[in-house]
């Protein structure tokens, strides 16, 4: 518009060009307030399920331990039993093994062989043995969303490395910041782990770990 020329065909052209960066301006404005607003949903939905996250910790993660029971499905199988907590610490029962963890040291005994296998295990394989384990975890290494779902909400965790043991994660949550159903993704596919009953109690530090002195006639395999 600030052009004049004679030549008609010059100032048509001057015209359709500054309608045409106008219209860029205009959807470039409307693109990027839709994802301000996709943003901060995003930031507000995540800040609420970390709140939520941080609540169910401080319940599950009570200092001087708890108890629950819980059943596991995936794709090798399905098994239920009972476990105990105590901060990163665990003792699970099934009719197959039990496992003990110290936070450092798992020991799994086979109750069909009497043989105990000692190891370190991955995130993945506490989280498996322990439904418990991601109130550990979330913290850092996730994306995390929210959903309301019925008595509760559904808190989903996304690895921001994929290649981590644990991949994804959806966990119901209910109004009493107890877990009830925990999924979890790994690389072999998806493992769901229903918890029940869950209980405050004290237990002892001994609880965590294995005591050969109560299992005379088992074989000690070390895997570490």
Known sequence: MMFCFRNNKGLHFIKIELSVNASKMKRL????????????????????????LDKTAAVVGNKNGASASFSVSGKYGN?????????????????????????????????????????????????????????????????????NVSGGWQVHLYATNQKRSIKEMYITIGKNYQPKVIKMRQ???????????????????????????DYPNAEIVDLR
Request: glycine content about 4%.
């Open 29 to 52: 404005l409307f693109a990027l307030l839709a994802l301000f607003v996709v943003l901060s949903v995003y930031s507000q939905n995540s800040a609420q399920a970390r709140k939520i």
């Open 79 to 147: 098994s239920s039993g009972t476990i105990a907590v105590k901060g990163n610490k665990f003792n699970a029962r099934t009719p197959q093994a039990i496992v003990w963890y110290d936070g450092k040291t798992q020991w799994t005994y086979m109750k069909s062989s009497q043989e105990v296998n000692i190891s370190t295990p991955t995130e993945a394989q506490q989280q498996s043995m322990n439904p418990y384990k991601f109130i550990n975890i979330y913290k850092s290494g996730f994306r995390l969303g929210l959903k």
């Open 187 to 213: 690389s072999n596919g998806w493992t769901t782990i229903t918890v029940s009953n869950f209980k405050s109690k004290p237990l002892s530090d001994a609880t965590f770990r294995f005591n050969s002195k």
